[in-house]
């Protein structure tokens, strides 16, 4: 696959920001433990890190939907693949997200946790691209906003491609 891929958010200022997001998460839930559910496979860079950082005590989840498919546009039809391992119910829950488009995926996975009753849910995302929001949702803690680009690396794809590159990149 042959694109130009332009630096948006260098690895530096995105390590930067994470231990800050992790920061705050260990200052909101200090002397609690914390349930953190990823969204696969975008946000596992994103969530390995923000853990990482962490001093809370925190316990692994994911769940997998799609709504790309292969493409650089939602189709809007969210597919829901892996449902999560454990139950949240009484549990404190972050979901994190890699990237805030429309809202549209995560309006369905909000709904969908909280009939399953956590004690609290809150969403945090890495990216945030509010101009193409079109259900009314905000996280609790975004990293950056950025511009309606397709962005791709730290777990963000193009047909399954560069996600390992160490830094957020604007497709050309």
């Known amino acids: ?26 200052r909101e839930y200090e002397g609690k433990e914390l349930r953190v559910i990823g969204i696969l496979k ?16 925190v316990t692994l989840d994911f769940l997998s939907v799609s709504s790309y498919g292969n493409g650089m546009e939602s189709t809007g039809v969210i597919h829901f693949n892996k449902d999560l391992d454990e139950p949240i119910e009484g549990r404190d829950v972050i979901l994190v997200e890699d990237i805030m488009d429309t809202g549209r995926t995560l309006s369905f996975l909000i709904n969908v946790l ?40 730290y777990g963000l794809d193009y047909a399954q491609n560069y996600r390992n590159l160490p830094y957020i990149g604007v497709i050309e």
Do not use: H, W
């Open 1 to 26: 696959m042959d694109v130009n891929i332009e630096t948006l958010i260098d690895q530096e200022t995105l390590q930067k920001r994470i231990r800050e997001m992790a920061e705050e998460l260990d």
């Open 42 to 57: 975008g946000s596992v860079y994103f969530m390995c890190e923000l853990t990482r950082y962490m001093k809370t005590p």
């Open 114 to 153: 909280k009939e399953r009753k956590p004690a609290s849910l809150k969403v945090i995302t890495l990216l945030d691209k509010p101009s193409r929001r079109l259900v009314k949702i905000e996280p609790a803690i975004t990293g950056f906003t950025i511009p309606d680009r397709f962005v791709v690396g």
